[in-house]
């Protein structure tokens, strides 16, 4: 069967309004045989982008990572399209009550700090990274209370990093945290909310910068000449040999040619593009995952053959 | 309050200086401030004591379309096109000032006449967006008419009036010819309602005209109803035929179809009718209420009438549409009876004001004159919107026997 058959991740109902709106879009204007269909969570989505049942999967970083990993494992490519303008050079906070005695990292040893779930990248995984790189192991040097809303989505549904601001001043002593961990765009947004009075929190570090979701097609589309990143010996056919039907493949390239030109001065598409927060795709690049997947390793989140080792994760 | 732009040391060209201002204070305002005057691609710097402005500058530029060329102070902003992408097709609804436009794009959607309208967003469904299919020229002024002449029902009208004095039977009349009242405001309300439904908000004087006409309506069912009831007795009777009369107003389709056999012929009719029982009134209760009634349904009339005429102004052959519907009308109700006979009596009898054989002839002669009165005014009307004399004449005699 031809065409292109995406998976997506419901952690909201405007994700049914975005891709209903562009699946009418890439097939009207697009001339292209294109649906989709909705997962509860990143893992089944990723499994089945490696397990060829689906073409192209919109990925999280922490699903690219574990997308990666089960290729590698498997000896199947994975071919990047494409990645939201938004995606690029995200960083990661941890605050602090402004009057708090605590200066630097090394002084939330025997503190407690709050993360998001514990699935999310920006908000648990990559900061609990940046904790460990100043010698402190999360759970060992430092209590992590983490609020789990939205388990399996990737830290997609903000709820849990909201909670974890919230913690900071919380009105129980008992519930009050010594450090949050945010994504900074939450930053700002919990900033104009009013979640975080103005001039309550300070910055006590960041993260480098990282990238974040990534369109990722399957062994489903590959070909040979596969886009920059095709598996652990370059470009690589399936395990069977198969490229793949050509036809296929021109669909995810053609796909791929949409969402680049996907234009923001276009009405038809700029409150599709808002809802997804974007105002226009970019050339996908995997320069920005390193971090990721070195706290995936040091958390044990993922082994490297993809399998799911962490505690207690039930998407 | 100091005045907006008396800060010209937080403002110069390429700069945007927030002192210690945050973007979790609404520090963008100043960036955006200093953003509107560079073209896609020019550089601001961005200047600032807030701890962690460089963090919500990063996510507030990601957010918006635009680029941090640096992290560190000084900070510069690399403006993006996104702006300008999004008002690139947009286009005014019409003129503020002017008059409303010949046409209502339904991508205006509700936005306000005259407002820069961006692309996009849901085209509203309004069935009546052509200006002469519902336009009036007098309608800004008779909206302004209808916004002061406003009145509370609790108050306009002395409840507390003595009824005692009213013969039983002429109490009777009156509660019946209330009911029948009620039944008609009903149709009349809805009727408006309806239409303002399906009205393209551009045509903003109409619909606020026809939002004053249901409102008026509103009242005129509570004050008929307050009065049918003040003798503590129960309601009149609604027949089928009236009824039936007012089901084929609420079927009517079309703006001007409806608007002219409601407002032109139903209400103009009214008029008459209202005049009658408050010059028949028994007490000053019933005198207030038809009172105020008469007062709202002179403007219906009124936008009714220039409605009509405007439109058949400007396309004579919407008479013969027109003039169909009243016969259709007419041959639709020509097996039903039109006036309960209940409520010609009561009228004959209110008239009358008592059972003397004399005051009966008197009350008939009476509701025989009103029925002529209420024929001349509609051939009046008739012929105010276009219609020849002898034609206004044949089709006011079509008009439906129960008045409305």
Redesign the interface.
């Known amino acids: 069967m031809g065409g292109v058959l995406l998976g997506a991740v419901a952690y909201d109902p405007k994700v049914v309004t975005i891709w209903d709106g562009f699946r009418s879009w890439l097939r009207d204007s697009g001339g292209l045989d294109f649906d989709y269909v909705l997962y509860s969570n990143y893992e089944r989505q990723v499994s089945d982008l490696v397990d060829g049942r689906i073409d192209v999967a919109w990925n999280s970083p922490l699903a690219w990572v574990r997308a990666r990993r089960l290729a590698t494992a498997r000896g199947v490519p994975l071919t990047p399209i494409t990645m939201r303008d938004t995606d690029c050079d995200l960083r990661s906070v941890v605050v602090v009550r402004a009057d708090s005695p605590v200066t630097a990292l090394a002084d939330l040893a025997d503190r407690v700090v709050a993360t998001g779930a514990v699935d999310s990248p920006q908000a648990t995984l990559l900061p609990l990274s940046l904790l460990r790189s100043v010698g402190l192991t999360p759970g060992t040097d430092v209590r992590v209370r983490r609020f789990d809303i939205g388990v399996g989505l990737h830290g997609d549904h903000i709820g849990g990093e909201r909670e974890a601001a919230r913690a900071l001043f919380a009105a129980d002593p008992a519930d009050r945290v010594d450090a949050a961990c945010l994504i900074d765009s939450n930053l700002l947004l919990f900033g104009r909310e009013g979640v975080l009075p103005a001039g309550a929190v300070r910055v006590l570090a960041q993260t480098p910068p990282y990238d974040h979701c990534t369109m990722t097609a399957g062994p489903s589309a590959s070909v040979s000449s596969a886009g920059p990143w095709a598996g652990p010996d370059d470009a690589l056919p399936s395990a069977n040999g198969d490229v793949g039907d050509i036809s296929d493949t021109s669909d995810i390239s053609r796909f791929g040619d949409l969402l680049l030109g996907m234009d923001y001065a276009d009405a038809s598409l700029r409150p599709l593009l808002d809802l997804e927060g974007l105002k226009e795709w970019r050339p996908p690049r995997l320069s920005g995952y390193e971090q990721l997947e070195r706290a995936v390793d040091e958390a044990g989140f993922y082994a490297a053959d993809g399998a799911i080792t962490a505690d207690g994760y039930r998407p | 309050m100091p005045s907006a732009g008396a800060d010209p040391a937080a403002f110069r060209a390429g700069v945007a200086d927030l002192a210690d201002l ?4 609404g520090g963008h305002l100043l960036i955006e401030r200093g953003l509107d005057r560079l073209a896609p691609g020019g550089r601001l710097a961005v200047t600032g004591r807030h ?2 402005l460089a ?2 500058l ?3 530029c ?2 918006y ?1 635009h680029r941090l060329d640096s992290a560190e102070s000084p900070l510069v902003i690399v403006k ?1 096109s ?1 702006g300008r ?2 008002w ?2 947009a286009e005014r609804a019409g003129s503020a000032a002017g008059p409303p436009a010949a046409r209502a794009d339904p991508r205006w959607g509700l936005a306000a006449r005259g407002a820069l309208v ?4 849901p085209p509203i469904g309004a069935h009546w967006s052509e200006r002469e299919h519902v336009w009036a020229d007098i309608a800004p002024k008779l909206y302004a008419a209808a916004a002061a002449a406003q009145w509370d029902p609790a108050t306009a009208v002395d409840w507390t009036a003595a009824i005692d004095a009213v013969p039983p039977a002429i109490e009777r009349a009156v509660v019946q010819v209330m009911t029948y009242l009620v039944e008609n405001e009903q149709a009349a309300l809805i009727i408006p309602a309806r239409l303002l439904a399906q009205l393209h908000p551009h045509y903003r004087e109409v619909m606020q005209l026809l939002a004053t006409q249901a409102a008026d309506e509103a009242r005129h069912v509570e004050v008929f109803t307050r009065r049918g009831l003040l003798s503590g007795g129960p309601l009149g009777t609604s027949s089928a035929g009236g009824r039936a009369s007012l089901a084929t107003l609420l079927n009517e389709p079309d703006f001007t179809t409806a608007s002219f056999l409601l407002s032109v012929l139903g209400e103009g009719t009214f008029l008459d009718l209202l005049r009658f029982l408050h010059a028949h009134a028994p007490d000053p209760v019933t005198a207030d209420v038809t009172r105020l009634a008469l007062r709202d349904e002179a403007r219906h009339v009124a936008f009714g009438v220039a409605h009509t005429a405007h439109l058949t102004a400007s396309d004579p052959a919407y008479l013969g549409m027109l003039r169909q519907s009243v016969e259709r009308r007419h041959a639709a109700l020509q097996d039903t009876a039109g006036l309960n006979a209940e409520v010609f009596d009561s009228l004959v009898l209110l008239a009358a004001g008592s059972w003397h054989p004399a005051a009966i002839r008197r009350g008939w002669q009476s509701v025989r004159d009103l029925a002529a009165r209420m024929d001349e005014g509609r051939r009046r009307r008739l012929a105010a919107i276009g219609f020849p004399d002898d034609e206004a004449a044949e089709l006011s005699a079509l008009h439906t026997r129960n008045f409305m």
Do not use: N
Request: aromatic share 4%; proline share 4%; hydrophobic share 35%.
């Open positions: 945050g973007l979790d204070e701890p962690a963090v919500h990063a996510a507030w990601r957010a379309g993006g996104t992408q999004r690139s097709g961006e692309a996009g967003g």
